[in-house]
């Protein structure tokens, strides 16, 4: 068919479907005058997918009369010829068509903001940065916004020094988005325009301006983000944080400006300098980290604490062995937990001599660590330390032994229900009650007549767990027992056992 015949079939069809293939046919004669006549049909067209084809058209077959309809259809009602347009005008990068696509920008709720941005920037690259930066001073406010994004996507030598006027401007957020427009472009020797935006009075522009620092790794930064980690804000001392681990992680150590940090008074920046040491892996740190260990402040041990476990990895540093003997009964206990969780064997030894130390969070902390082992050796120790003279040791052995709480250390606890010391009686009754397949109630049934009432509600309880029917009889007898509490529990073991309790006995 002539390119005539499908002129006069196009204007005659109705149905959208066999327009848009007569349009397949048209695009055929493009040279003869066929874009021509599809441009003049645009105009006319009131189907959005017709419309749409013959924008798709103009996009493959770019030349001045192409152009002109792909600018016309930036403003067509349907979406997707509009996206369409705009990706096309990119694509060719027209510089004409570098206003009507900048003007899109001025409606703030623009669906397809993304691809305008995408062609201008694409446009640009060819030499158009005047025209766009004119618009800092004529176009509303959403385009004066922008235009630092572009400049800074463009990145061209002049961008950068447009980027740079622009730090200064009175609009907050142009100077925050000229911050981030410069973080990839600028030179390390152009470092200080950044530098001075982090003494801007806007919080937005100065966040900016530390996460850019983070980027370009100026040593200059260092001093300003240390004084940051100070900062009521959180965001402020976490962005600097970050920042000041990028910049220092490009460095060899030691630390020492951070060193100083840890050793002055304010308990914030304290606090990030832990931070920063712990994100840096600084074996260096580990002496001040292990100060820290006494500090009054909790967070700062909890920190310190962390820091070291991820500094150390799977290795106990010199520094958390010798800290086992320090006079601080807080760097003591620390650094047993640390021994713990990374767990070296060898230094079982180590941690059981704090099981007589003369601080019961020293102890606790040395039963918490000894317990992560699952060795038979720290078993049979805490089982011959059982018989030890020394009461503390004592009662931490039988706790440790509680604390594993396998087979193996509950059984071992057996000949312990006679102990001379109430507290370990009771502790190891409870225990016991915990055991299955217990055979012999009596120990726990014998301690029911006991004269110290914590004895018998540990009992009671034990019977409660053990759920042996046998023992209704003897807990029932004890159902008058003088003390409230004992008989409460005695009670609750009943029910524990046999709901029924009353018609079996």
Same mark, same amino acid.
């Given at each position: 068919m002539g390119f005539q015949e499908l002129k006069s079939s196009y204007l005659k069809e109705t149905v959208p479907l066999k327009k848009i293939q007569i349009i397949e046919s048209v695009a055929l004669h493009f040279e003869n005058g066929g874009l021509e006549f599809l441009m003049s049909q645009y $105009?006319?067209?009131?189907?959005?997918?017709?419309?749409?084809? =013959? @924008?798709?058209?103009a996009g493959k077959n770019i030349n001045d009369i192409s152009i002109q309809l792909l600018i016309k259809a930036l403003t067509d009602n349907n979406i997707e010829s509009r996206k369409a347009a705009v990706i096309a005008l990119g694509k060719a990068k027209a510089s004409i068509a570098l206003i009507p696509l900048i003007s899109m920008l001025q409606n703030p709720s623009l669906e397809i903001k993304d691809a305008v941005l995408a062609s201008i920037i694409r446009v640009g690259k060819v030499g158009s940065s005047d025209i766009i930066f004119d618009y800092i001073n004529k176009g509303n406010i959403h385009v004066k916004r922008l235009i630092p994004y572009i400049l800074g996507k463009i990145g061209s030598e002049e961008c950068i020094e447009r980027l740079?006027? +622009?730090?200064?401007?009175?609009?907050? +957020? @142009?100077? $925050? !988005?000229?911050? *981030?427009?410069?973080?990839?472009? @600028? &030179?390390?020797?152009?470092? *200080?325009? =950044?530098l001075n935006a982090l003494n801007d009075e806007d919080l937005r522009v100065k966040k900016a301006a530390i996460k850019a620092l983070s980027t370009i790794k100026s040593k200059r930064a260092i001093p300003h983000l240390i004084k940051f980690l100070k900062e009521k804000n959180p965001e402020i001392r976490k962005l600097s944080v970050r920042t000041l681990f990028s910049i220092l992680s490009n460095q060899p150590p030691p630390y020492d400006k951070i060193y100083e940090i840890l050793n002055g008074l304010n308990i914030i920046s304290r606090r990030e300098a832990i931070k920063i040491l712990s994100l840096l892996e600084d074996k260096n740190s580990v002496d001040y980290l292990v100060r820290t260990f006494n500090s009054k402040d909790a967070k700062l041990r909890r920190l310190a604490h962390k820091a070291i476990l991820n500094i150390s990895k799977d290795t106990v540093p010199t &520094? @958390?062995?010798?800290g086992l003997n320090a006079k601080e009964w807080k760097i003591r206990s620390l650094c047993a937990r640390v021994i713990g969780e990374i767990g070296d064997e060898k230094l079982i030894k180590a941690l059981f001599a704090l099981l007589s130390d003369n601080d019961s969070k020293v102890r606790d902390a040395a039963i918490e660590a000894l317990s992560s082992f699952e060795s038979e050796n720290v078993i049979e120790s805490a /089982?011959? +330390?059982? %018989? !030890?003279?020394?009461?503390? %040791?004592?009662?931490?052995?039988? /706790? +440790?032994? =509680?604390? =594993?709480? !396998?087979? $193996?250390? %509950?059984?071992?606890?057996i000949g312990l229900m006679s102990d001379k010391d109430v507290f370990i009686r009771s502790w190891v009754a409870m225990s016991l009650g915990k055991l299955e397949n217990i055979n012999d109630i009596t120990p726990f049934t014998s301690l029911l007549k006991d004269r110290d009432p914590k004895l018998r509600i540990a009992a009671a309880k034990a019977l409660g767990q053990i759920g042996d029917k046998e023992a209704l009889e003897y807990l029932a007898k004890s159902l008058w027992d003088d003390n409230w509490k004992v008989r409460k529990e005695i009670e609750g073991a009943l029910n524990k056992i046999d709901p029924n309790w009353l018609g079996l006995i």
């Open positions: $105009k006319s067209e009131s189907d959005g997918k017709v419309r749409k084809k =013959i @924008i798709d058209l740079k006027e +622009l730090l200064a401007h009175e609009d907050p +957020l @142009i100077r $925050k !988005n000229s911050v *981030k427009g410069l973080e990839r472009l @600028i &030179q390390l020797k152009d470092a *200080k325009f =950044i &520094q @958390i062995v010798d /089982k011959n +330390l059982t %018989t !030890n003279l020394n009461w503390k %040791t004592r009662r931490a052995a039988v /706790k +440790l032994l =509680i604390k =594993i709480g !396998n087979d $193996k250390s %509950t059984e071992s606890l």
